[in-house]
T-cell receptor
Framework: DPKIIQKPKYLVAVTGSEKILICEQY?????MYWYRQSAKKPLEFMFS???????DNQTASSRFQPQSSKKNHLDLQITALKPDDSATYFC?????????????FGSGTRLLVI | SQWGEENLQALSIQEGEDVTMNCSYK?????VHWYRQDSGRGPALIIL?????REKRSGRLRATLDTSSQSSSLSITAAQCEDTAVYFC????????????FGKGTHLHVLP
């Protein structure tokens, strides 16, 4: 059984539209993260949350907004989509919000913006 | 960037051979994570080695950490075809022990 569920697995969106990427973890972890992976760059840190509080934001654009409705949920809303947003978005979690904690990643949402 | 240039690599080896992948980082770190990523899947943690550890093993995998040279390595003994994957090292950011930053990865292809 997957411990981190990301939905949808694939997503095609039109430039200028808005999408929400879903992430739920069933590991009982207190920290959750979003990373982005594209052909041009390695896995790129975006956000970290601890106990549903935003702890770190490395995205330059306010078009990316994480949303945490429950402790084990961290969704990612992306507005005004651009073709450059095309990438695979990975959600991850760890027991605590520290770098020396084991990270578990979901299988990703592959986003294509046309 | 936290990472040195040698982190971007592609390696092809024969099944049964041993292989070592290296990472170097630029600032002090408290931990190095090693992940493997199979095609179409998310990264999976394989070894986490902390700054007070010099070596850590897991089955055929062995990770080392040399804080004096700011480098880490991952070795696979007697590689098998199923070891084919992209291997990433990741560390904290030195001044920020709360964020894990990934290197560019090594594409390892084990040939039968």
């Amino acid at each position: 059984d997957p411990k981190i569920i990301q939905k949808p697995k694939y997503l095609v969106a039109v430039t200028g539209s808005e999408k929400i990427l879903i992430c739920e973890q069933y590991l009982g972890h207190n920290a959750m993260y979003w990373y982005r992976q594209s052909a041009k760059k390695p896995l790129e840190f975006m956000f970290s949350y601890s106990y549903q509080k935003l702890m770190d934001n490395q995205t330059a654009s306010s078009r990316f907004q994480p949303q945490s409705s429950k402790k084990n949920h961290l969704d990612l809303q992306i507005t005004a989509l651009k073709p450059d947003d095309s990438a695979t978005y990975f959600c991850a979690s760890s027991q605590e919000w520290v770098a020396n904690s084991d990270y578990t990643f979901g299988s990703g949402t592959r986003l294509l913006v046309i | 960037s936290q990472w040195g240039e040698e982190n971007l690599q592609a390696l092809s080896i024969q099944e049964g051979e041993d292989v070592t992948m290296n990472c170097s980082y630029k600032t002090y770190t408290t931990v190095v994570h090693w992940y493997r990523q199979d095609s179409g899947r998310g990264p999976a943690l394989i070894i986490l080695i902390r700054s007070n550890e010099r070596e850590k093993r897991s089955g055929r995998l062995r990770a080392t950490l040399d804080t004096s040279s700011q480098s880490s390595s991952l070795s696979i003994t007697a590689a098998q075809c199923e070891d084919t994957a992209v291997y990433f090292c990741a560390t904290d950011e030195g001044t920020n022990a709360y964020k894990v930053i990934f290197g560019k990865g090594t594409h390892l292809h084990v040939l039968p």
